[in-house]
């Protein structure tokens, strides 16, 4: 993919209701993470072991500080071992039964974190560089006319995560696998933003499907759908755990006909929901049994696989050479045998 194993970006790391008074063990890009909301609600990221001799800070859990839940102190967290201490920063500013001042090169480093539609989103780059842009947006989510989901965990997959974005440009497996195939569909590259715009008939609800889907970077896929007069948005989030394998989470959040839904109408959400889920699932059964497709044996008419995968390399190499990828495909992409839409239409048409 690039000189990095491990892509830049905001990627999600769990859901915030996960959060609670006790920290979280994670692993993502090859490494091990401690996660915790300190006392004033600041949720913090850590590299996972304490300097001293190496314990894990967020796994333990027969230690005495963490049966008594004394890990947490105001923004810090003490190692369950010696109880070393880090604040937010990842600076250790205080050591038991030493009697100097703490070292200065005590330090591990801490994650830019953002708490945002529900979810816990890092910033990893493999140059350790502030975020280049801030995660998605979504105006729907705190609309109260639209009902939120709860995340859909899907645990590890084992395939690399350019093959999940290798779906943006596949209008041809929509049909197969979906029973849905396209009558339009695009593509369109802004620098670190990838969309897709598809639409078709489904026979089973009498009505247009029409999607307009996009990824805020590289792990972090939201896609507005309209069935007839339904509308929702899909979120799909999948993070690098190893090279070669990713953690997946799904979630839809779905227009309600008032601002105070009904029991009723979020057993709709779960309904609703549940049946996006399982479109998704017919991707997860190919994925969980195909080889890498390290090539595409691409037909004349499948170019937008070679785009969609330059674009994605720019997540790969350092971020002075982005630029160099970006320019290589922004703009309008469309498939030579299928119509061409315009996406503000579609837009106006979905929030209309």
Request: aromatic share 12%; glycine share 8%.
């Amino acid at each position: 993919m690039g000189k990095f194993d491990f892509p830049r970006g905001w990627f999600m790391v769990a859901e915030a209701s996960e959060l609670g008074s006790r920290p979280i063990a994670l692993r993502f890009f090859g490494k091990d993470f401690a996660l915790y909301r300190g006392e004033s609600g600041k949720v913090v990221l850590l590299d996972g072991h304490c300097l001293h001799m190496g314990a894990h800070l967020a796994s333990g859990k027969a230690s005495s500080i963490v049966a008594a839940n004394q890990q947490i102190e105001g923004d810090s967290i003490r190692c369950p071992y010696h109880a070393w201490r880090y604040d937010a920063n990842g600076q250790v500013d205080h050591i038991p039964n030493s009697t100097g001042p703490c070292p200065k090169g005590a330090k591990i480093t801490s994650y830019p974190v953002a708490e945002a539609l529900g979810a816990i989103m890092m910033w990893h780059d493999p140059e350790g560089g502030p975020p280049d842009y801030p995660p998605p947006d979504l105006p729907e989510w705190d609309n109260p006319r639209w009902i939120n989901g709860v995340y859909d965990h899907l645990g590890v997959l084992q395939i690399h995560p350019q093959e999940i974005l290798d779906n943006m440009a596949d209008s041809n497996h929509l049909g197969p696998t979906h029973g849905v195939p396209p009558e339009y569909f695009s593509n369109r590259y802004e620098g670190h933003l990838y969309f897709q715009t598809q639409g078709g008939f489904r026979k089973e609800y009498n009505a247009y499907l029409r999607t307009y889907t996009w990824y805020t970077g590289p792990g972090l896929l939201m896609s507005r759908m309209r069935i007839g007069d339904a509308k929702s948005v899909e979120l799909i989030f999948h993070t690098p755990v190893e090279n070669g394998s990713v953690r997946v989470w799904n979630n839809v959040t779905m227009m309600n006909a008032t601002d105070t839904p009904t029991d009723a109408d979020r057993l709709m959400q779960k309904q609703y929901q549940q049946a996006v889920l399982d479109a998704f699932s017919q991707d997860f059964d190919i994925w969980s049994a195909k080889k890498p497709a390290i090539t595409i044996k691409a037909m004349p008419g499948e170019k937008n696989f070679a785009l969609g995968r330059t674009w994605y390399r720019q997540f790969y190499n350092p971020r002075a050479m982005a630029l160099e990828y970006q320019e290589k495909v922004n703009g309008e992409h469309y498939v030579p045998h299928m119509a061409q839409p315009e996406p503000s239409s579609y837009l106006i048409d979905y929030l209309a």
